[in-house]
């Protein structure tokens, strides 16, 4: 059953990661990837707040594996912070390098905190 909640929850997640991510970058003319930051901060949030928050495993399988673990994406971020500076964007990849996980681990934490106090 597991397996089959991940999945559903992954159905969700991926696309939701995708037309965030478009929806974010076509607002923004900066080479910076935005969209990137913004599903990974959203899902960090989310992380923050299941890890923290008394759930059913099979809750945090749908929605922590599944939703959240197909919106977020490591290997997106790492891909274009590597990009940005082969392009000799070196300002913008450490940028986003500092951003996303500065972002990332503090909306955990906050995320953690809210769960905790539910």
Partial sequence: MTPLLVALGAAVGAPLRYLIDRFVQTRHESG????????????????????????????????????????????????QTVQ????????LALLNAVVSLAAGLGTAYC????GGAL
Avoid: K, M
Wanted: proline content about 5%; glycine content about 18%; hydrophobic content about 45%.
């Fill in 32 to 79: 910076f990837p935005w969209g990137t930051c913004v599903v990974n901060v959203i899902g960090s949030f989310g992380l923050g707040l299941l890890l923290a928050a008394p759930l059913p495993h099979q809750v945090g399988a749908l929605l922590g594996t599944g939703t959240l673990g197909a919106l977020t994406t490591y290997s997106t971020f790492g891909y």
């Fill in 84 to 91: 940005l500076a082969r392009d000799g964007e070196r300002t």
């Fill in 111 to 114: 995320g953690a905190a809210v």
